[in-house]
């Protein structure tokens, strides 16, 4: 018991010294902008398919599950309001974030583990090139640059779910539906949940990037990265959104 | 007399000169397991010394410590007249300009085609190879070396083994090192392709004068290439001298390296 809990204040300790280095090295040139771009298409573009269909269907099961209470209660016409908000707010960027750190930070943790593995890592810093800056850098900075733009686009897909089941159900038009959400929504709803998509996004990649780069040596190693990157990012992304929220309330009263 | 001593220290820089890597008392533990326990090292100019040692002796560790990668605990390490010990990044970024490394794996970039696995160690350091945009030339004459200028479009894992091998190579030679060192160069091939590989390592030698320090268990390759040995044994030289040398020593650690 107590080596688990010294084992968890050293992993917190070396993550706060990865992302430390990160932040000094992300500030240093050389700039690494070419494989920036390739990293941001990679993590972005590939995965707008997967964040969309997600999106799109929690917003019509979120519309079909609250529909019946709505009714019962004389309430269905606050359904845009009541799924905009909480879709723009909160379900949209956690789902995204959930969805990309099964995807990407797994996938990170995988590909630079298999790198590390197999020396790749090492033939870098050897020729010359900070493999940190490189790899990490760029991934990470992809990954916050790019989940905010992926949660905003789940989020007009499970808006988009959401209006054509209530076209279906409740005859509401596509235009009517939309204007009621955009007049709901107000500014304390959007800054917050842009902001903390940057952070989510940021997490995400900080957390591939770390297990991958530090992976142990063998093919088993690579395995472990990928598995304990996806949970510890998952971890942490609720744990973000938790102080996330609070913040939000401090400064909006939500 | 009095002028031999005024002379000393001239003589002495000029032999340090000569030595392109030179490491002395070389300590390297893992928690427990002393891994390097005062290794010492000399490679002159031009020349061709192989380290040999069981599995787990240091070998790779010792390597890596002279390029970096692995920092030891103790002792020095001189790379063409400098202290890595005293480098920062950059300083060290620019001396490994001058050392090729040549991985037990080969470690090529699996992503990259081989054209962009060789051009990946030049993209910092064109201005100062008087490299122009177009690094096709290069990349050519790299890949044509070791007979692979064919494979320029291919991806790793479309190339066997022994070609991997060879493409490590020429990434290697591209940046023109004045020392190349090789990890277990030899390893995981099958006879045919080691001496082709061994062959190669020979004519590199010839044609470009580079000093080469090598890792090895291939006696072959040993027996090929070196002009002088070294046998590491529990992180210590356990014995020096030339493969003939060797080869001929009656003490059962030596004998057992040589033993078919």
């Given at each position: 018991m107590i080596n688990r809990i010294k084992q968890f204040f050293i992993e917190t300790g070396d993550l706060s010294y990865f992302a430390a280095r990160f932040l000094r090295e992300a500030l240093k040139p050389p700039f690494e902008f070419k494989e920036l771009l390739r990293q941001c298409y990679q993590m972005g573009n590939r995965s707008l398919f997967l964040v969309g269909i997600t999106g799109f269907i929690i917003g019509l099961v979120l519309t079909l599950q609250s529909r019946p209470t709505l009714i019962q209660f004389g309430a269905v016409s606050w359904m845009p309001n009541m799924v905009g908000i909480s879709i723009v707010r909160e379900v949209g960027p956690v789902i995204t974030a959930l969805i990309c750190a099964g995807r990407i930070s797994s996938g990170i943790g995988a590909e630079l583990g298999s790198m590390r593995v197999t020396e790749q890592i090492d033939a870098m810093e050897v020729s010359g090139t900070n493999p940190f800056k490189y790899l990490v850098v760029t991934r990470i900075l992809a990954t916050t640059l790019m989940l905010p733009l992926l949660v905003v686009f789940g989020d007009l897909l499970a808006l988009f779910g959401s209006a054509l089941l209530e076209n279906l159900k409740g005859g509401v038009s596509f235009q009517l539906y939309f204007n009621t959400v955009f007049n709901a929504l107000s500014f304390s709803d959007l800054v917050p949940a842009t902001i903390k998509s940057f952070f989510f996004g940021f997490i995400i990649g900080l957390v591939g990037c770390y297990k991958g780069y530090y992976c142990k040596k063998g093919t088993a190693g690579v395995g472990v990265a990928a598995n304990t990157a996806v949970v510890m990012a998952s971890l942490l992304l609720f744990l973000v959104d938790f102080i996330a929220v609070i913040i939000a309330d401090i400064f909006y009263e939500l | 007399m009095e002028n031999q001593d005024q002379m000393r220290p001239l003589i002495e820089e000029l032999d340090a000169r000569k030595l392109v890597i030179e490491i002395r008392d070389l300590r390297k533990s893992f928690g427990d397991n002393h891994?390097?326990?005062?290794f010492n090292l000399t490679l002159e100019e031009g020349g061709n010394l192989v380290i040999m040692g069981k599995s787990g002796s240091g070998k790779s560790v010792m390597i890596k410590c002279i390029v970096g990668l692995i920092a030891p605990d103790s002792g020095s390490v001189k790379i063409l007249g400098q202290e890595i010990n005293n480098l920062d990044r950059k300083a060290m970024d620019e001396l490994r300009l001058d050392i090729g490394f040549l991985f037990q794996g080969s470690a090529?970039?699996?992503?990259?085609t081989v054209r962009e696995n060789l051009e990946f160690p030049m993209r910092r350091h064109k201005k100062k190879l008087g490299v122009n945009k177009d690094t096709d030339p290069l990349v050519l004459e790299a890949l044509e070396n070791v007979g692979l200028a064919h494979t320029i479009d291919l991806m790793p894992s479309e190339l066997s083994g022994g070609m991997k091998r060879r493409v490590a190579l020429a990434r290697t030679l591209i940046l023109k090192p004045k020392v190349i060192l090789y990890d277990e160069p030899t390893s995981g091939l099958d006879p045919i392709t080691s001496k082709e590989i061994i062959e190669l390592m020979h004519s590199i030698q010839q044609k470009y004068g580079t000093s080469s320090l090598i890792i090895t268990h291939d006696v072959d390759c040993a027996r090929v290439i070196s002009d002088r040995m070294i046998l590491l044994v529990d992180g210590i030289n356990y014995a020096e001298g030339t493969y003939s040398e060797l080869s001929k020593s009656t003490d059962p650690k030596v004998e057992a390296f040589f033993k078919k």
């Open positions: - | 891994v390097l326990n005062g090529l970039y699996d992503s990259m």
